[in-house]
């Protein structure tokens, strides 16, 4: 199993929205609104380090309002 945290900044106004989004994605199992330098933190648990790829680069970042991610993947 492999666990990422993906660091999300969204538009501005956007984030209770884009959370929702967030949270409805497949292997994404909580996202959290968040204060600091980013917006929201999603956390993923899945198979390989290709599904996480798919959720950060392709599902995430395809949603209109995000500006940037950030992506990290535990190591234990």
Do not use: C, W
Not at 34 to 61: L, M, N, S
């Amino acid at each position: 199993m492999v666990t990422a945290f993906v660091m999300i900044k969204a538009n501005t106004g956007e984030a209770d929205r884009l959370r929702d989004s967030i949270q409805s994605i497949d292997g994404v199992t909580a996202a959290h609104i968040v204060a600091g330098d980013v917006d929201i933190i999603a956390k993923a648990q899945v198979d390989t380090p290709a599904a996480v790829k798919e959720i950060a680069a392709t599902r995430i970042q395809g949603i209109e309002g995000i500006e940037d991610t950030q992506t990290y993947i535990a190591m234990d």
